[in-house]
């Protein structure tokens, strides 16, 4: 397939946490699998909300993530498109203007309650004259413009739900211009998704409301109606949504403290699906063993612990090639160093304290009971060249001298070599080391 075409609309109000990863990794990866499009379209007509800075910000974290848009594009460039969009819903007597002010709307909402029926609008503007609209023009009030819903049942095909229907006649009529002229989410959405050509709108199941209305947008305009997937909504542990105001699990609060952009992705993508939670290759290899059925109707919630082992288990498998580029800033290098402590990272920076076990300084731990057992060691250390066997050899002759065995015979040159209670393996650590320096840290 060559003709999928998705998007990811994000608003540049905030900062991006991990909840909007969700989405724009989903769009990303199923259009990867179908050699399609992916755009990212910046949903900028909040003008009092959006900044450039933010609109930057998620330039940046697509990047971290290794998401590439095959184009870019930002609302504040199309309000043409937009107007005659909106001219053409005028003429077609879909779209009207509507004088309230909001406290008017307020007290005929609290009224509707009282009466017990649903606070909906009662399209009292419909029925306005010509000349009562002139009168509130003279008091300097500006209309807000609704889009005239059919009030009807719309059906669609979910790819993530199954058979959706969204009851129109329960719903207001949606304002789509606000009374200062600019545009509401749905309108330039709509417009936006015609004329790019989007074929499959995924995003959260939190939209699956809207789409009665999209739908009867698309219509209206003579547009093709993309098929539409709504998946469940990352929460925090406590099932809470994310929030950009809050700066919930930033995107580039995660950067900073360290963690690897394809845990934050895998965490992202296959929480609430049927695939474990575990390392892939890259993110295309995760993508391709997804499938939009596996997403679960059920909560996601992302657990903070889950994150940390991925995170060192991405580390513990992550190839010298791969490391190497990253080590070089650090000082560091050698696929041997590597090797011996990739396995007790958590995160990749925690690499520059446990090399100090290998550069030094190291202060040797030596307990008073232990003195004369590692006399005995330091007499029996080998002699070069040092292998991966090294440490086996030694350990081995140790037991056999001192009786010493478990960690009897292990904790205390543990604590001698390195000064600390854990750490690396000391049959990958010792030939790193070398004798000269054993020997210094013995007693």
Not at 25 to 30: H, K, S
Not at 93 to 112: N, Q, V
Not at 269 to 292: I, K, N, R
Not at 318 to 346: I, K, S, V
């Amino acid at each position: 397939m060559t003709d999928t075409v998705v998007r990811y609309a994000p608003s540049p109000t905030g900062r991006l946490h991990l909840g909007n990863a969700r989405p724009m990794l989903l769009n990303w990866l199923f259009a990867k699998a179908r050699s399609g499009r992916y755009i990212l379209r910046l949903d900028d007509t909040d003008v009092a909300r959006s900044t450039e800075e933010s609109a930057l910000g998620i330039l940046a974290d697509l990047a971290w993530l290794g998401v590439v848009p095959d184009a870019k594009v930002r609302q504040s460039d199309r309000t043409a498109i937009y107007d005659a969009a909106r001219d053409r819903l005028i003429a077609a007597g879909r779209l009207y203007p509507a004088y309230e002010t909001e406290d008017e709307l307020d007290r005929k909402r609290a009224r509707a309650r009282a009466l017990g029926k649903p606070p909906i609008y009662d399209r009292s503007a419909l029925a306005l004259t010509d000349a009562q609209k002139a009168a509130f023009e003279a008091e300097g009030r500006k209309p807000h413009w609704r889009f005239r819903l059919d009030g009807k049942p719309v059906h669609f095909d979910d790819m993530i739900k199954g058979p959706q229907t969204v009851n129109t006649a329960s719903m207001s009529d949606p304002v789509l211009v606000r009374a200062d002229g600019t545009y509401l989410y749905t309108l330039p959405s709509v417009v936006d998704d015609i004329d790019l050509g989007i074929t499959h709108v995924i995003r959260g199941e939190d939209h699956v409301s809207n789409t009665g209305t999209q739908i009867e947008i698309f219509e209206a305009l003579g547009g093709p109606v993309p098929l539409f997937a709504h998946h469940n909504l990352l929460t925090g542990a406590d099932g809470e949504g994310f929030s950009k105001r809050l700066g919930s699990l930033s995107l580039s609060d995660l950067r900073e403290a360290g963690y690897e952009p394809l845990a934050v992705a895998l965490m992202a993508v296959l929480t609430g699906t049927s695939l474990p939670v575990e390392p892939f290759p890259d993110l295309l290899a995760a993508g391709q063993a997804l499938d939009l059925s596996m997403i679960s109707h059920g909560p996601a919630r992302f657990d903070p612990a889950e994150l940390d082992t991925l995170n060192a288990r991405i580390l513990h498998s992550m190839p010298y090639d791969q490391a190497a580029p990253r080590l070089a800033p650090l000082g560091l290098a050698g696929e041997q160093l590597w090797l011996a402590l990739r396995e007790n990272l958590t995160k990749f920076n925690d690499i520059k304290d446990l090399a100090v076990l290998i550069n030094g300084p190291v202060e040797p731990v030596v307990a008073d009971e232990d003195r004369d057992f590692l006399a005995v060691a330091r007499d029996m250390l080998p002699l070069e060249p040092w292998g991966a066997g090294t440490w086996a050899l030694w350990t081995t002759g140790l037991k056999e001298k001192t009786g010493r065995k478990g960690k009897a015979l292990f904790h205390p040159l543990r604590l001698a070599l390195t000064g600390r209670e854990q750490g690396p393996e000391l049959k990958s650590l010792l030939p790193l080391l070398g004798r000269t320096e054993c020997l210094a840290r013995l007693p």
